[in-house]
């Protein structure tokens, strides 16, 4: 591969559209970010199917063939432009078009759905998490073949409308198609950098357990004097399963959750360690101390190494203005775990289910659903990737990659690179406070340029590439 070309293309051209047309490319994304394209909730089918729409058209556009192929759910997006041959390395891009509700919204300074550029920031639901990086790639490719007439790779673009809901119907379209996604490595940008100004790949992601956990009591809402006492209380009786899941150490108390981990070794540790970390900056970026959890373990080592028990919700009795002296006849919460290597959310399942039956006190009844899932993955890369990826970036931020972890999840990782085969290269270009998921969303104006530049010399190197792993 690659091996027997001489590198006569040159970036100029490249370059040079990215330069020509990067106030469209900032109106382009605005365009894509105005659509509410919220995964999680039935009413913006006819959003996602726009957002899909809208992605297609853009991918032709850039001088890719697209298609668009239903799911059981939101469409999935295929973008392809193959013309590099036989000898060319394939790239398989991954992304995801879908967001996260942008609820609450009095707390949005601009509207999350109305991009606003304030102070060197791309506001909207999105800019960071994943549309706004996903646009990256389609215009580094259309910077190629649009302004140099070449793409030096096979580029294939895989887009999907349901990550955030943990992509139910992804891993049966990669089975199915999965000649047509042959590739030789996966790129995705959809994570951040450890700070602004140091580029970063990661090496790893936690998994995911994501659960409903319901507490049924009596079949009605009860006065909570004339019965309370002798009728179980559900939220307390929530509470009290629900705070025994973790002790004083931040360890999770459930029987087993520790057993499958793996050891990450003392020189991935000092690697870790040894990262342009700044502990008091982070505390500011997120406006919290970061004094919790398993704190024999460095911030970092919890955040990307060790997996923990969260509480994502809470829902029971009354909870409006003043009082009311109600016994709930409910109580309801959402759970999560994240899991590192080798733990499964299968078997986190069994476990929690087995814990939670224990120790549920008598007079209510508990049902447990999980709702989604996804593997934790760690990564090898290997030297050959690791220095095309450096050469590129040295192009546009002179400066080397820190190998990072991080403690998000991308459910789907793990299965392309086992089902394709393939190495992943998580390259992102979001910052530490971005607030993906959270109120005022933003992504750093100058990561458009950066990244479209760091992309458009990946796909270069990655060409000149004789072996990928
Ligand atoms: N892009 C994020 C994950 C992420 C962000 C990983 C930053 C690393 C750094 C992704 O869209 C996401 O939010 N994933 C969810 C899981 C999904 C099943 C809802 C998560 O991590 O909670
Ligand atoms: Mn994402
Ligand atoms: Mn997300």
Request: glycine residues 8%.
């Amino acid at each position: 591969m690659g091996h027997s070309r001489i590198n006569l293309s040159c970036m100029r051209p490249t370059e040079k559209y990215i330069r020509d047309n990067l106030e469209n490319f900032k109106d382009e994304i605005c365009e894509f970010l105005r659509i509410p394209s919220i995964s999680t909730s039935p009413e913006h089918l006819q959003e996602m199917r726009k957002a899909s729409d809208w992605l297609k058209s853009k991918m032709e556009d850039s001088g890719l063939e697209a298609e668009i192929y239903e799911t059981p759910g939101n469409p999935v997006v295929l973008g392809k432009s193959l013309k590099a041959g036989d000898s060319a390395p394939t790239v398989l891009v991954y992304g995801h078009y879908d967001v996260q509700p942008p609820e609450p919204l009095d707390l949005w300074i601009s509207p999350p759905f109305e991009p606003e550029i304030r102070d060197g920031r791309l506001y909207a639901r999105g800019a960071s998490d994943d549309k706004g990086q996903l646009y990256l790639h389609l215009k580094a490719a259309e910077a190629f073949l649009k302004g140099a007439d070449n793409l030096p790779v096979n580029l294939i673009v895989l887009a999907e409308g349901e990550e955030e809901v943990g992509s139910p119907n992804l891993l049966p379209f990669i089975e199915k198609h999965s000649e047509q996604l042959a590739c030789d490595i996966v790129v995705i940008s959809d994570t951040g950098m450890l700070a602004p100004g140091i580029p970063s790949v990661l090496c790893s992601l936690r998994g995911l357990a994501y659960f409903d956990v319901e507490v049924k009591g009596p079949s009605s809402d009860l006065h909570s004097g004339i019965y309370g006492g002798p009728v179980v209380n559900p939220a307390l009786a929530l509470a009290h399963i629900l705070a025994g899941l973790q002790d004083s150490k931040g360890k999770v108390t459930i029987e087993g959750f520790y057993d499958d981990l793996l050891d990450w070794g003392p020189q991935v540790k000092k690697q870790i360690n040894d990262l342009p970390f700044n502990q008091q900056e982070l505390e500011e970026f997120i406006d919290a101390d970061l004094c919790g959890g398993e704190t024999e373990f460095s911030i970092l080592e919890r955040l990307w190494t060790r997996p923990t028990c969260e509480i994502n919700g809470l829902n029971s009795g009354y909870t409006g203005d003043g009082a009311k002296t109600v016994l709930p006849s409910r109580a309801q919460a959402k759970v999560s775990f994240r899991l590192v290597p080798d733990q499964t959310p299968q078997r986190i399942d069994e476990l929690f289910r087995k814990h939670v039956d224990k120790v549920t006190p008598r007079g209510v009844e508990v049902t447990i659903k999980q709702l989604h899932g996804g593997m934790p993955w760690r990564a090898q890369l290997s030297d050959q990737l690791t220095n095309a990826v450096n050469s590129a970036l040295k192009k546009i931020f002179n400066k080397r990659a820190v190998v990072a972890g991080d403690g998000g999840s991308i459910p789907i990782v793990r299965d392309l690179e086992n089902l394709l085969d393939s190495p992943v290269l998580l390259l992102g270009f979001s910052y530490p406070g971005c607030n993906l998921h959270a109120p005022n969303e933003w992504f750093p104006v100058e990561s458009i340029e950066n990244g479209i530049r760091t992309i458009a010399h990946l796909y270069q190197e990655i060409s000149l590439m004789d072996e990928i792993c």
